[in-house]
């Protein structure tokens, strides 16, 4: 079974740029999420998806940060415009409902 | 929030020792993994135990629910184990969330 994939790998941006992170979750999951990583601590949720419909939100700064998984299945992250504290690993994950949460290899951004 | 505590935070070990991981958390939990963050940064699932003991090969953890508290254990341990262990848990009103300890940075020596 494939995993959770996650386009780029790498992104490097200055300040101020916009950047878009993509995510492909194990097939039939239809639970989605985005965790921000930043270098030193465990990964935080910033927003999960159920289907499309967003089940929680409330850490993703959405005066920059916004997410959209439009038809249930692929999910991209947006952060428009980039601030230096931005810079860290996106994870997206998925899971079969309330169980088990898969993770993707993460997109390493850094902000200059 | 739920708080999690994780200990040693780091920890250095010869190839061949065992090691014991323990995992707080300050409420009462519908879900509990472990977790091994390579040095790629890639997160790999190592259980899913919100209560009882499990056993993979090497590794097992318990989960003793109504104390709030979860050990991993590591035997006979390798270089390949080095890495960062996570302990993440999930509150049932927060969706499926999982909050995240800080963390245990192993490092094994050969």
């Known amino acids: 079974e494939a995993g959770v994939a996650q386009s780029p790998r790498y992104k490097i941006i200055e300040k101020r740029q916009s950047v878009a992170f993509w995510c492909n979750p194990i097939?039939?999951?239809?639970?989605l999420y985005w965790y921000q990583q930043i270098l030193g601590q465990g990964p935080k949720l910033l927003i999960q998806f159920q289907n499309n419909g967003v089940v929680d939100d409330s850490q993703l700064p959405k005066d920059r940060f916004s997410a959209e998984r439009l038809k249930g299945v692929d999910s991209t992250l947006k952060i428009q415009p980039a601030k230096l504290e931005d810079s860290a690993v996106y994870l997206c994950a998925s899971s079969s409902g309330v169980t088990t949460q898969y993770f993707g290899p993460g997109t390493r951004l850094l902000v200059l | 929030g739920i708080q999690v505590e994780q200990s040693p935070p780091d920890l250095i070990l010869q190839e061949g020792a065992n090691s014991t991981l323990r995992c707080n958390f300050s409420d009462s939990v519908n879900n509990l993994q472990w977790f091994h963050q390579n040095p790629w940064g890639q997160l790999i699932n190592l259980f899913y135990?919100?209560?009882g003991t499990k056993q993979n090969g090497r590794l097992s953890a318990t989960t003793v629910a109504t104390e709030r508290y979860s050990l991993l254990y590591i035997s006979s341990s390798q270089t390949t184990d080095s890495g960062v262990y996570f302990c993440a848990v999930v509150r049932g009103e927060y969706g499926n969330k999982l909050v995240f300890g800080a963390g245990t940075i192993l490092r094994v020596k050969s």
């Open positions: 135990i919100p209560s």
């Open positions: 097939s039939g999951h239809a639970t």
